[in-house]
C-alpha cells in the first residue's frame, strides 16, 4: 500500500510526464491500511446492490440481453432453461440478501456477486445442452 501510494504521488508531482488523458482505475474493497492520500486525490465510485428480493430479481432480468434464452441449442429445451434462470436469479438475490445479516446470515462471509451468477448461468446453459445431446 505504501509503494502504491509514493507511486501515485510520483505521477501528481510529475504530472508533464504523464499523458492528458491518462486514468488509473483500481478496484478495492474497504481495508484499514489503504492509504487516506489515495482516497483523497481519487473519485470515488461504488455500487451497491438493491435491496429486497424483488429489487434483486428485477436488476438481474434488466441485465439479461434479449436474445438470453435463444442460446439454447435445442427449442425443447427453453422453457426448462427459463424456470432454471429464473431459480438460479431468486438464489442468487437470497445469497445476496442474506449477506446483509453479516454472521447471522452466514457463517462465513462469501461476496456472491455478478460474476458468479453469469458463471452460473454459463455452466447451467452447458449442462442443460450437454445432457439433451447425449439423449
Given at each position: 500500500?505504501?509503494e502504491?501510494?509514493?507511486?501515485?504521488?510520483?505521477?501528481?508531482?510529475?504530472?508533464?510526464?504523464?499523458?492528458?488523458?491518462?486514468?488509473?482505475f483500481?478496484?478495492?474493497?474497504?481495508?484499514?491500511?489503504?492509504?487516506?492520500?489515495?482516497?483523497?486525490?481519487?473519485?470515488?465510485v461504488?455500487?451497491?446492490?438493491?435491496?429486497?428480493?424483488?429489487?434483486?430479481?428485477?436488476?438481474?432480468?434488466?441485465?439479461?440481453?434479449?436474445?438470453?434464452?435463444?442460446?439454447?441449442?435445442?427449442?425443447?429445451e427453453k422453457?426448462?432453461?427459463?424456470?432454471?434462470?429464473?431459480?438460479?436469479?431468486?438464489?442468487?438475490?437470497?445469497i445476496?440478501?442474506?449477506?446483509?445479516?453479516?454472521?447471522?446470515?452466514?457463517?462465513?462471509?462469501?461476496?456472491f456477486?455478478?460474476?458468479?451468477?453469469i458463471?452460473?448461468d454459463?455452466?447451467?446453459?452447458m449442462?442443460l445442452?450437454?445432457?439433451?445431446?447425449?439423449?
Amino acid at each position: 500500500m505504501k509503494e502504491l501510494e509514493k507511486i501515485l504521488e510520483q505521477l501528481e508531482q510529475d504530472r508533464s510526464t504523464v499523458q492528458e488523458n491518462f486514468r488509473l482505475f483500481m478496484s478495492t474493497n474497504p481495508h484499514p491500511k489503504f492509504p487516506i492520500s489515495v482516497l483523497q486525490n481519487s473519485l470515488r465510485v461504488t455500487t451497491e446492490p438493491p435491496t429486497g428480493l424483488k429489487a434483486n430479481m428485477s436488476r438481474l432480468y434488466n441485465n439479461m440481453q434479449d436474445d438470453k434464452f435463444n442460446n439454447v441449442k435445442f427449442t425443447s429445451e427453453k422453457g426448462k432453461y427459463k424456470k432454471l434462470v429464473f431459480a438460479l436469479s431468486w438464489f442468487h438475490s437470497i445469497i445476496i440478501e442474506r449477506n446483509k445479516f453479516k454472521s447471522l446470515g452466514w457463517n462465513i462471509k462469501y461476496d456472491f456477486n455478478d460474476s458468479d451468477w453469469i458463471t452460473s448461468d454459463s455452466i447451467l446453459l452447458m449442462c442443460l445442452d450437454t445432457s439433451t445431446d447425449k439423449t
